[in-house]
């Protein structure tokens, strides 16, 4: 009798322990937070260096050279999923500004705008000193660069006369950054990659705009997540 009474007594504490200790755990959970735990979105903007030398007539005699040089700006949203790893989406544009042709009995003008569409990964070899403001990273990813082109033609009855023509490229982009969390909502970036685009056929007259960018950033640290 005194065993069955043991018995029972044993399961209620047990009973109680095993539906009061879900809440107590909640209560006492630990929310992991910093910068290695939150999500970063913004607007970064700088220069986008110009490498491809490859110059298509594209039918005029005398093509203009690209610029060495075109200013660069992007939307950015990097997701944290890993306090060692974020997954980025960026979407940014390029412009070549006018550029002309000389076909000896007419001059033509061209615009060529390139917006590059990538996915990449961010790894942050030193995530584990998580009380730095400072994070550098690692960049590696891929996507699609789309390119526009307005030609204009004002030799065309008098008006001028617009020749759209657009092209897409399949790319990758590799480069290095660093984040800085200036404050527990606002963070600074400084970034840099490498992106190859070389279309199939001339774009206002070129192939190759493949380049590397150097740019700055400013955005939003979104709420840390629990764990």
């Known amino acids: 009798m005194k065993r069955q009474a043991n018995a029972v007594v044993a ?16 209560a006492i959970e630990i929310t992991k937070t ?35 040089g075109a200013l ?14 974020s997954a980025e ?4 544009v390029f412009s070549q500004g006018d550029i002309t042709y000389d076909a000896g ?16 990964a961010k790894f942050y070899p030193f995530s584990a000193n998580t009380g730095h403001s400072m994070h550098p990273y690692l960049r590696a990813g891929g996507g699609v660069a789309y390119g526009t082109r307005d030609a204009i033609d004002p030799y065309y009855y ?18 290095a950054g660093v984040d800085w969390a200036v404050a527990s909502q606002i963070g600074l970036n400084l ?3 490498y992106v190859p685009i070389k279309f199939g056929k001339p774009l206002a007259g070129f192939k190759d705009y493949s380049g590397w960018q150097l740019v700055f950033g400013v955005g939003y640290i979104f709420q840390s997540k629990k764990h």
Do not use: C
Not at 11 to 25: N, Y
Not at 89 to 92: A, D, W
Not at 105 to 120: D, E, H, N, R, T
């Open 72 to 85: 660069y700006g992007e939307f950015f949203y990097a997701h944290r999923v890993h306090p060692m790893i």
């Open 105 to 120: 009995s007419a001059v033509y003008y061209y615009g060529a705008k390139v917006y590059p569409i990538l996915i990449s």
């Open 191 to 193: 970034d840099f990659k």
């Open 34 to 68: 910093g910068f290695g735990y939150s999500h970063f979105a913004g607007a970064r903007f700088g220069a986008w260096a110009m490498l491809g030398d490859e110059t298509v007539t594209d039918g005029v005699s005398q093509p203009v050279e690209l610029s060495a």
């Open 89 to 92: 989406i960026s979407i940014g």
């Open 158 to 175: 008098g008006y001028d006369y617009f020749i759209e023509d657009t092209e897409t490229k399949f790319t990758y982009a590799v480069g």
């Open 11 to 26: 399961g209620l504490f047990l009973f109680v322990a095993l539906s009061v200790f879900p809440a107590f755990a909640e």
